[in-house]
C-alpha cells in the first residue's frame, strides 16, 4: 500500500538511470552539436525546476524572519541563521524537542522495514521456487490489496486497535507499516529470488548444509542487493505515512508523534513561523534522501540483477 | 515456476523424487522418506537419527510439502489480519448503525439494510466531493503521465553523465516525504510572504499578473485554487517515477529501430508514435492505472493544504470519507458505506491493472 513510489512495473524491466548511453547519434556537424546543446540545456532546466522547492525549502530554514518576509524574496539567505533549527530543536511551539519525534520516526520505521524485509524474503523465497496450490492467487492477492484505499482501512483498524489497546502507541504504528510493507517488498523480492541460481543452493545442499545456514549463507547475501532496493521502498512508506499515524496517535500526547504529525501539529500551533517551519521540515526530508543517495548506486544494480530472469 | 529440485536426490536411494506433483500427496511414502535421515537440503545426518526432535519437522514438512505454505505464512498472517479482515469488517459496518455507541457497547448493534447507501447517494456533498475526485484524476494524471514520459525520453538521450544528474535530482522529488513536499508548497503558495504570489503579482498584465489581483491571494479557501496547487504539487511528486519507468522500458528498445526511423527521415513525433509508443504500450497501461489509483482518493496532500479539510466545496472522495467516519459523533457506518463506494471505484481499476500486468507476464 505504499502510496506513489510501488510499482511492480519496476522490478523487471532493464538498466537504471546510471546506465544511460551516449548521446543517441548525435549527427556530425554544427547541427549535431546544437542539438546536444539544447538537450543539456533542457536537463539543467528539468534539474533546476525539480530542485527548486527544496532548495527554496532549505534557503527558507536559514533566513532570519525579517528576510522571509522581505518584499522582495532573496533565492539565498542574505544573513544565514540557524536561529530557526534552534528553536525546532529546543522544543519551540511543541515543548518538545525534534529528537523525541526523530527517534520515534526512526524506531517505528526501521522496526518495519526489519520485520517486513524478512518476512517478505521468505514469502518470496515460497512463491519464487516452489508451485503450490494457492500460488497465483497470492500472487493476485498481493497486487490488489495494494490498491484498497487506507482512508477505508483505517476506519475498521481505529476500531480494532482500540479493542486491542493499541491506540496511540508507536508498536501499533509498527505493526501496521509491516504489514502494509508485505505486499510490495514480496512482488518485488519475488524476481530477486527467481534470479539467484539454483545451483549454488544445491551445491550448498550437496556439500552438507541444511535449509537454515543455506538460507543465511547463499541466499540471503544474494539477494541483499535486492532487499536494498525493496527497503527503500518500505523505509520511504512509513517515513511518511499519514493517514494512520494522524488517526491513532492522540494529540493530547505529542510525545508520541511521528515526524510527518509533529510537522503539521507545528504548522497548525505557529502557523507563520515558516523559518522554524521549513527548518522541521528540512530535518524531516533529511534521512530519505540520505538514504536514497546512499543506496542509489546499490538499488540501480539490485534492480537490474532482479530483471535477470532464468 | 517449478519446485525448488531437491538437492540431495542423487544420493538418495529409495527416495522419491521430491518434485513430485501434487497428486503423490497421498500416496505412501516410500522406505526411507521418512527415516528421518535426510534432511530437505541433504543427505548428511546419517548419524543423528538418535535426534528425532530435530528431525520429525522437517519430515513432516517435507512429505506433505508444507515448506511453501509454512514460508508464506507469516506474510499471509499478517497481510489477512491488517489488511483483508479490516476491508471485510468495513464492509459489514457499511450494511450497520455502527457509531460510537456501538463501539462503547451502550447501544446494540442494528443491520440497516442499504440505509447508509440511500443517505450517501442522496447527500449533494457525495456528488461535488466525486466530481472533484473525476475532475482532479482527469488533470493531474494525464499531465503526470505526459512530463514524465517527455523527461524518460529527455534521459534517454542525454550523456551518461548529465542522465544520472538529472534523474538523481529528479528522483531527490520522488524521495521527499510527502508532508515535506505538502508544507513546501503551502509555503510557496501563501498568501503572506509566499513566493509565488509575489512573482505573480510582478507579471505584466497580458500573462494574468498584477497586484490588484495577486498581492495576499489565498489560494486555500476555495476549490479551484487549491486543487491547481494540489495539482501542482502531486505532477512534482509523480513524475519522476513515471520518467524512470518510461526510461527503463526505453532501455529495453532495440536501437536498430531507431536507426530505421532515421533513416527512412522520420520525425521524432512519428517516431514516439509509430515505435515507441506501440513497444511500450503494457508499461504506460500499468503506470496509467497506477496513477489514476494514487491520484483520485489522493487524501495526504489535501487533507493538509485544506486545513483538515475545512470548506465542504474542496473535499473529494478520499476526504469525504474520512471527515464521515471520524465526525463528531463518528459514524463509522457511513463512512464504511462511502469506504466502500471509493474501494469498488478503485478495484474496478484494479481489475484492469491486474488484466494488464498479467498481460506483461508479472505472474510467471
Known amino acids: 500500500m505504499t502510496a506513489r513510489q510501488g510499482a511492480a512495473v519496476t522490478a523487471r524491466p532493464g538498466p537504471l538511470p546510471s546506465a544511460g548511453p551516449a548521446v543517441r547519434a548525435p549527427g556530425r556537424g554544427t547541427t549535431g552539436r546544437l542539438r546536444a546543446v539544447a538537450l543539456n540545456a533542457t536537463g539543467v532546466a528539468v534539474a533546476v525546476v525539480t530542485l527548486a522547492p527544496i532548495a527554496w525549502m532549505i534557503s527558507t530554514a536559514f533566513k532570519p524572519q525579517r528576510e522571509i518576509f522581505s518584499l522582495t524574496p532573496h533565492p539565498l539567505p542574505a544573513h544565514p541563521t540557524l536561529a530557526n533549527f534552534g528553536t525546532v530543536f529546543s522544543g519551540g511551539a511543541v515543548g518538545i524537542t525534534f529528537w523525541t519525534f526523530f527517534v520515534n520516526s526512526l524506531l517505528v520505521t526501521l522496526t518495519a522495514v526489519a520485520a517486513s524485509s524478512l518476512i517478505a524474503l521468505v514469502a518470496a523465497v515460497a512463491v519464487a521456487r516452489f508451485a503450490f496450490r494457492f500460488r497465483t492467487s497470492f500472487l493476485i492477492m498481493l497486487l490488489v490489496v495494494q490498491m484498497l484505499p487506507q482512508q477505508a482501512l483505517v476506519i475498521a483498524l481505529f476500531i480494532d486497535f482500540r479493542a486491542l489497546n493499541l491506540l496511540d502507541s508507536l508498536p501499533g504504528l509498527i505493526l501496521l507499516y509491516t504489514a502494509f510493507a508485505l505486499p510490495i517488498s514480496i512482488w518485488m523480492l519475488r524476481n530477486f529470488v527467481a534470479a539467484v541460481p539454483r545451483e549454488m543452493e544445491e551445491a550448498a545442499a550437496i556439500d552438507g548444509a541444511g535449509p537454515a545456514r543455506i538460507f543465511w549463507r547463499i541466499l540471503f547475501p544474494l539477494v541483499a542487493p535486492g532487499l536494498v532496493a525493496t527497503s527503500v521502498f518500505s523505509f520511504i512508506f512509513a517515513w511518511n505515512e499519514y493517514i494512520f499515524a494522524l488517526t491513532f496517535l492522540s494529540p493530547n500526547t505529542p510525545g508520541k508523534f511521528t515526524l510527518p504529525i509533529y510537522v503539521t501539529y507545528f504548522m497548525g500551533q505557529h502557523s507563520s513561523d515558516w523559518g522554524a517551519i521549513m527548518a522541521a521540515s528540512t530535518l524531516y526530508t533529511i534521512p530519505p534522501i540520505a538514504f536514497f543517495l546512499l543506496v542509489q548506486r546499490r538499488m540501480a544494480r539490485g534492480l537490474v540483477a532482479g530483471a535477470v530472469k532464468g | ?364
Open chain 2, 1 to 364: 515456476m517449478t519446485k525448488l529440485p531437491a538437492p540431495g536426490r542423487p544420493g538418495r536411494p529409495g527416495a522419491r523424487p521430491s518434485g513430485a506433483q501434487a497428486d503423490d500427496l497421498a500416496a505412501p511414502p516410500p522406505p526411507g522418506a521418512d527415516t528421518g535421515l535426510v534432511t530437505r537440503f541433504g543427505a548428511r545426518r546419517s548419524g543423528q537419527d538418535h535426534l528425532p526432535w530435530r528431525v520429525r519437522p522437517g519430515v513432516l514438512v517435507r512429505r506433505y510439502h508444507l515448506a511453501p505454505y509454512l514460508l508464506s505464512a507469516p506474510a499471509l498472517a499478517g497481510v489477512g489480519w491488517l489488511i483483508v479482515w479490516p476491508t471485510v469488517q468495513v464492509g459489514l459496518f457499511s450494511f450497520q448503525n455502527y457509531g460510537i455507541l456501538q463501539v462503547a457497547g451502550v447501544a446494540p448493534t442494528r443491520w440497516v439494510g442499504l440505509a447508509n447507501f440511500t443517505t450517501t447517494f442522496s447527500d449533494p456533498e457525495f456528488w461535488v466531493s466525486l466530481r472533484n475526485s473525476v475532475l482532479f484524476a482527469g488533470v493531474v494524471v494525464p499531465l503526470t503521465l505526459v512530463t514524465g514520459t517527455c523527461v524518460g525520453l529527455l534521459l534517454n538521450r542525454l550523456g551518461r553523465r548529465m542522465s544520472v544528474v538529472v534523474s538523481t535530482s529528479t528522483l531527490l522529488a520522488w524521495a521527499t516525504p510527502t508532508v515535506a513536499a505538502t508544507v513546501i508548497f503551502y509555503w510557496l503558495f501563501n498568501p503572506d510572504g509566499g513566493v509565488v504570489d509575489w512573482a505573480l503579482a510582478r507579471l505584466p498584465g497580458w500573462l494574468g499578473g498584477g497586484a490588484a489581483t495577486w498581492t495576499g491571494f489565498n489560494w486555500m479557501t476555495s476549490a479551484l485554487p487549491v486543487y491547481t496547487v494540489a495539482t501542482l504539487l502531486l505532477v512534482w511528486q509523480g513524475f519522476p517515477f513515471i520518467a524512470v519507468s518510461v526510461l527503463a522500458g526505453l532501455k529495453t528498445v532495440p536501437a536498430e529501430l531507431y536507426e530505421a526511423a532515421r533513416v527512412d527521415g522520420a520525425t521524432p513525433w512519428r517516431t514516439f508514435w509509430k515505435i515507441t509508443y506501440p513497444l511500450l504500450k503494457p508499461i504506460f497501461l500499468v503506470l496509467l492505472l497506477l496513477s489514476v489509483i494514487w491520484d483520485f482518493g489522493v487524501f495526504t496532500q489535501l487533507y493538509i493544504l485544506t486545513g483538515s479539510g475545512a470548506n465542504l466545496d474542496e473535499y473529494n472522495l478520499g476526504i469525504y470519507v474520512y471527515q464521515r467516519a471520524f465526525s463528531t459523533p463518528p459514524s463509522y457506518g457511513l463512512g464504511g458505506a462511502l469506504a466502500l463506494v471509493l474501494t469498488f471505484i478503485l478495484l474496478l481499476i484494479t481489475v484492469g491493472y491486474v488484466r494488464a500486468s498479467i498481460k506483461q507476464g508479472a505472474l510467471r
